[in-house]
Each structure stands twice: as C-alpha cells, then as structure tokens.
C-alpha cells in the first residue's frame, strides 16, 4: 500500500506529488480523509526488496545477469521465452504482469493488442500474464488462435515464470486506469526491461519519458486504443535502434527504487517531528 503520513497540525508540508493525488480523488473513507488533511500529507513511493529482484542473482532465472552483461543476458533470457511460448525472437516482447481488474486497464490492452496485429500487422511479441476477470480470460485464450503466433498468454499466476518475464522482454506495459504506486514499473527497470505506462499516480512520478532528460520508459495519456497503438510503435522504434535500446537498459537498471531508499525518506520524516 501507499505510504503516508499525516503530521500534526502545527506541522504543514506541501502536499506530495502525482500519487498523492490519486489517493485523494478516490471515493472511500481514507480518500476523504487525505482530501479534509491535504495539507499535512505527505507520501512515499514504495521500494522493492533489491536481493530478492536482482537478476544477477535471481535463482529463478536460468540465466542470470548484470549491467555489464545485459545485452547477453537479455537474449538468452528472451530465447527462452521464445521457445516456451512461440515467438519470433527478432520481434520485441511487449509484456503486462498484473490482475484482470479495471484498475489495470487490460481490457482496453487487449482491444490495442488485437487492432495492432489483425489491422496493422505489427512485428511484435505481446504477451499476457495474469488473471482476474473470467471473460477477459477466456477471450484471451481465444485470441491465440488468430494472431499468427505474436500473442500468447499465462492464465494465472507463476512467481517464477513471472521473474522469467521481467528478464525476457523488452518492454513491460502498465495501463492502469489509476496507480497510486505500482511496483512492476521497479521490477521491470531492475531487469532492464523499459517500462511502457499510462502518464497516471506514480507511475507518473518514477518514470520519465524517453525523450525526456533522464528518460527511463515510454508514456502515454489516455487509455485508448489509439494511445496504446502509438506507444507500440514508439516501443518498436526503440527496439530497432540498437544502440539507443542497449544505452537506456543499462541506465534504467542503475536506478535505485529500493526500500533502503525509501527508508531514508522515511527517517528524514521522521526526524521532523523531533
């Protein structure tokens, strides 16, 4: 969950950045209550457990690696993919982690990946890993007959094949219709696979565009169609720009998103009050 903290009331703080935001435009009784005492509100983004996702040590990887090895360890952990579900491994792999929720956004994901391979034939590997909603389910499962081999999907979910995803493909998409935090966009940028995300929450606020000074993935508004099909294009043209591709992986997993980051924030909060 969000970290918050509420001050005292002789203790007023700037109300916190983007997903902050998103916990006070909700509807429940904390959202209300963030809203009534936004001006003694303050967050911080979650961290991730760095031991337990590190791909130089990763035990449920078959082939582990570091910065220095990326492009190396990138291919043979995308081979695998390849191999396990079908796919043409000169394509990129454009992968969603996450539940079947309208929160997720993955319906509207599979409207954009169905238009992107039926009507504009494009060279990419889309992969699904989740579950949730038994209708999106099944017709997920269904769409695998008639997209020629560049869409598969894991019903469920699989801790392991799950690590085997975040070190496989190029790229992870998150199209969340809202995210306070979100955590996969970490994971992803740990194992140099560019996260793809809506411009909402905090996905907004840990993860700046490409194109942007300190790029570290591709964003996008609005959650249509149209939005994701040209986030897929941008995506494509990353991933055909070799050099390019290989100079962002090795920035974004040197990035610091963990809890020991976290914490000092935290500790600095903390010592506020003294």
């Known amino acids: 969950a969000m970290a918050t903290a509420i001050k005292t009331a002789w203790r007023v703080t700037t109300v916190s950045p983007q997903y902050m935001k998103e916990l006070m435009d909700g509807e429940s009784t904390l959202s209300s209550l963030l809203r009534h005492e936004r001006k003694k509100c303050v967050g911080i983004l979650n961290g991730i457990d760095i031991e337990e996702w590190n791909p130089e040590t990763d035990n449920k990887l078959d082939h582990q690696y570091s910065r220095k090895t990326v492009e190396e ?32 956004g993955a319906d509207v994901l599979s409207d954009a990946i169905w238009k992107a391979l039926t009507n504009y034939d494009s060279k990419i590997n889309f992969l699904i890993l989740g579950s949730g909603d038994n209708q999106l389910a099944n017709g997920l499962e269904q769409m695998k007959i008639f997209t020629d081999g560049r869409f598969n ?91 390019r591709f290989q100079k962002i992986r090795k920035f974004i997993m040197k990035q610091d998103f963990s809890w020991e980051t976290s914490a000092k924030k935290y500790m600095k909060l903390y010592e506020e009050f003294r």
């Open 153 to 243: 999907c894991f019903i469920g979910y699989n801790e392991a094949l799950a690590h085997k995803v975040y070190a496989g493909s190029d790229f992870l998409i998150m199209p969340s219709r809202f995210e306070p935090c979100g955590l996969n966009q970490f994971y992803a940028l740990r194992y140099g696979t560019v996260p793809i995300v809506r411009t909402v929450g905090g996905l907004l606020d840990s993860v700046k565009d490409i194109n942007d000074e300190g790029g570290n993935g591709i964003r996008f508004i609005n959650l249509n169609t149209d939005d994701l099909l040209h986030s897929f294009y941008r995506a494509t043209e990353l991933y055909q720009d070799k050099e």
């Open 73 to 104: 360890g990138k291919n043979r952990n995308k081979q695998q993919l390849c191999d396990h579900f079908s796919f043409n491994p000169e394509y990129p792999i454009i992968s969603f982690i996450g539940r079947f929720v309208d929160q997720k």
